[in-house]
């Protein structure tokens, strides 16, 4: 009979237990205080232009435009493809979400939005630079 009963609390407690999975902001990004309120999308934008992937791509886009060289443009088209498919990645991610919804990390979508057009930029100059290897 004991035994019974306390499958059974375990069986009603176990759905009701969501409200510890959501509170992930302490393991995930211990930096975040919950007085400091949610992460906004310009923290998010600064904190990941300020990355090393963010500086890269900007380097190798400036470099791009400056020297017009076709490895330069597609090396860059190559950094940023990989750098949105690891963003894009990890959305899928459900403790990714689960701080999303918390409030310690902010959506991706306006760095996803800067990394596709920086992606448009490198295709650009390496398709400029391809039809001007083409016509010589």
Same mark, same amino acid.
Request: aromatic letters at 12%.
């Given at each position: ?57 900007? +380097? *190798?886009?400036?470099?791009? !435009?400056? /020297?017009?060289? =076709? ?5 860059? %088209? ?10 894009v990645s990890v959305l899928s991610d459900p403790i990714y979400v689960a701080s999303i919804e918390e409030g310690c990390r902010a959506s991706p979508y306006s760095v996803?939005? +800067? *990394?596709?057009?920086?992606? !448009?930029? /490198?295709?650009? =100059? ?5 039809? %001007?290897?083409?016509?010589?």
């Amino acid at each position: 009979m004991h035994l019974a009963a306390s499958s059974l609390c375990g069986c009603t407690i176990f759905p009701v237990s969501s409200a510890a999975f959501a509170e992930v902001c302490d393991k995930e990004v211990p930096t975040w205080n919950l007085t400091d309120g949610p992460v906004s999308q310009l923290e998010y934008f600064a904190a990941a232009a300020t990355s090393a992937y963010g500086v890269s791509i900007v +380097a *190798l886009l400036v470099l791009a !435009l400056v /020297f017009r060289r =076709l490895w330069l443009q597609i090396l860059g %088209g190559f950094v940023t493809l990989f750098v949105t498919l690891g963003i894009v990645s990890v959305l899928s991610d459900p403790i990714y979400v689960a701080s999303i919804e918390e409030g310690c990390r902010a959506s991706p979508y306006s760095v996803l939005f +800067a *990394l596709a057009a920086a992606l !448009l930029a /490198f295709g650009l =100059l390496a398709a400029k630079g391809w039809r %001007g290897r083409a016509a010589s």
